[in-house]
């Protein structure tokens, strides 16, 4: 009947005025989670989370790796830059990030974007081979904690042998704090006039040698 019908109608009616209200309050409730996901990814020294459940967050937010903090910093590029703690999701984070061409196409996940907010324009992998501690009986740690960093960007081909001259990464771990990153590019790049950047390398420590490293929190990860 007519009366039978148009009740059908009322009610495919309010069955799509309910499907956009969850629809809406989903996208809410999604937005919602992904902000908290920006904030989880921004405060990996606070928080200390596994590198599981890191992975977790992003497989589930990845749209979380792309938003930048207040200085402008990407969860990787803010990573390389808080603390060694931080620093060691710096592997999981532009890995997933290089698959989704954060910081743009070609930047392996935001690894080759100029970090904000220090010095002479410096992308992750420069800081992460110029970056030292301030305390001695910290330093070998320190080295080795970064090296160890790098050397899973290599395995993951995140880090190339043509970044070490490109890069100028001897100049950058020519440092008394740094040996072990200085010969890890060595070894990367041997056909490298390593010479010609421990030359380099000198005269940019003797022009900056008055400079204190640290106290901006950039230079001691």
Known sequence: SDAESEDE???ESDNAIDDVVINDQSLE??????NKAVLFLHRLRKIRPTQDEVETVIDMFPLAL???DDEGRLPVQNAAVVSLSTAKFIPLLAEKGSSLDIGGAG????????VPGV????????????FTCNEKKLIKRFDTGCLRILKSLHSKRLLLKEDVSQMQLLEHAHNHTSKQRFAFFASLD??????????????YCTTNKKRKRGNDGLGVL
Request: glycine letters at 6%; aromatic letters at 2%.
């Open 29 to 34: 409730t999604r937005q919602r989670l992904t």
């Open 107 to 114: 930047m392996r996940g935001g690894l080759l974007c100029t």
């Open 9 to 11: 109608n009322d009610d």
């Open 66 to 68: 792309s938003t930048k």
């Open 190 to 203: 041997p056909d490298g006039d390593v010479s010609s950047s421990i030359d380099s390398s000198n005269n």
């Open 119 to 130: 010095e002479r324009n410096w992308n992750v992998i420069q800081c992460l081979a110029n």
